[in-house]
T-cell receptor
Framework: RKEVEQDPGPFNVPEGATVAFNCTYS??????FFWYRQDCRKEPKLLMS???SGNEDGRFTAQLNRASQYISLLIRDSKLSDSATYLCVVNNRAGSARQLTFGSGTQLTVLP | NAGVTQTPKFRVLKTGQSMTLLCAQDMNHEYMYWYRQDPGMGLRLIHY???????AKGEVPDGYNVSRLKKQNFLLGLESAAPSQTSVYFCASSDPDTRAKNIQYFGAGTRLSVL
């Protein structure tokens, strides 16, 4: 079983739609959680951190359920520019470095 | 502010050849990382470094070596390239001493093909 699992998609949605991505992680000791965004043939970039109480950044809402080991990302009023792959990322504090474990990503295409 | 810079951006090797990928960061970050990204696999950690002169193995270290002689540079070496090492390689860095200590900043990647 992968440490971080995501539905690979692709998700094809019309502009203005609301879309939700889910992610599960296997290590109950995981401490930090993130969503990164990766555009086609580009590097991953931090989209937002995920906090236990849930957090919002504009049209993006992230939620964490530690009991179920489940993370979600909700995008409201989708824009064409939201088309990208969204990576669920977990920090397990393995070893002495801030090692991150990446999901394989969920691909989103927003259609005009 | 360049952030994290990787060179080269593209490279084609023949099986058995060697090469070194260079990563440079100008953010004075203590931690640096090398990942590879393959279709459907996500990013996998190859090696990492928690400071100048120190390196450690990640999830997939076989076939690679690294060096961190200067704080700002992290080199990834392939001694004898194999077709299985065809991938996109990303370098990243992070600062453990700030509130953003778990956030990693990535370079633009190196696309390597081994024939």
């Amino acid at each position: 079983r992968k440490e971080v699992e995501q539905d690979p998609g692709p998700f094809n949605v019309p502009e203005g739609a609301t879309v939700a991505f889910n992610c599960t992680y296997s290590n109950s000791a995981s401490q930090s959680f993130f969503w990164y965004r990766q555009d086609c043939r580009k590097e991953p970039k931090l989209l937002m951190s995920v906090y236990s109480s849930g957090n919002e950044d504009g049209r993006f809402t992230a939620q964490l359920n530690r009991a179920s080991q489940y993370i979600s990302l909700l995008i409201r009023d989708s824009k064409l520019s939201d088309s990208a792959t969204y990576l669920c990322v977990v920090n397990n504090r393995a070893g002495s470095a801030r090692q991150l474990t990446f999901g394989s990503g969920t691909q989103l295409t927003v259609l005009p | 502010n360049a952030g994290v810079t990787q060179t080269p951006k593209f490279r084609v090797l023949k099986t058995g050849q060697s090469m070194t990928l260079l990563c440079a960061q100008d953010m004075n970050h203590e931690y640096m990382y090398w990942y590879r990204q393959d279709p459907g696999m996500g990013l996998r950690l190859i090696h990492y470094s928690v400071g100048e002169g120190t390196t450690a193995k990640g999830e997939v270290p076989d076939g690679y070596n690294v060096s961190r002689l200067k704080k700002q540079n992290f080199l990834l070496g392939l001694e004898s390239a194999a077709p299985s090492q065809t991938s996109v390689y990303f370098c990243a860095s992070s600062d453990p001493d700030t509130r953003a200590k778990n956030i990693q900043y990535f370079g633009a990647g190196t696309r390597l093909s081994v024939l």
